[in-house]
């Protein structure tokens, strides 16, 4: 069982930039996919970046592909994701999540596929 914890989350402005950073132990992350969802007040939680194992399988969801980057290091234990050009609507508490079977990509944005969940960062964005 994989243990996850998230940090790097704050308050900025429309424009500005933050990483966050999933830190895992308990199970090598080489093992793993690993994913990033994110959920604003009174709605879903929702599917935003995902890395299979091995790098295998890659995918961010269409709001943010063109702003936020997913990477990973096996021998850190830890994931990030990069997030440029933030808006409002990016405002929310952001998991990171990880999978022990492989992970096609039609898989990433759905919640029950995951096994291990952080307890969440939040990311406030003020126009």
């Known amino acids: 069982q994989v243990h996850l914890v998230e940090s790097g989350g704050g308050a900025v402005q429309t424009g500005e930039s933050l990483r966050l950073a999933c830190v895992a132990s308990?199970?090598?992350?080489?093992?793993?996919?690993i994913a990033w969802f994110r959920q604003a007040p009174g709605k879903e939680r929702e599917g935003v970046a995902c890395?299979?194992?091995?790098?295998?399988?890659?995918y961010l969801e269409d709001s943010v592909k063109d702003r936020f980057t997913m990477s990973r290091d096996n021998v850190k234990n830890m994931a990030w994701l990069q997030m440029n050009s933030l808006k409002p609507e990016d405002t929310g508490v952001y998991f990171c999540?990880?999978?022990?079977?492989?992970?096609?990509?039609?898989?990433?944005?759905?919640?029950?596929?995951?096994?291990?969940w952080g307890q969440g960062t939040q990311v406030t964005v003020s126009a």
């Open positions: 999540a990880s999978s022990r079977v492989f992970t096609p990509q039609v898989m990433c944005t759905i919640r029950d596929w995951w096994d291990d």
């Open positions: 890395l299979g194992r091995d790098d295998e399988v890659s």
């Open positions: 308990g199970v090598t992350l080489t093992n793993y996919s």
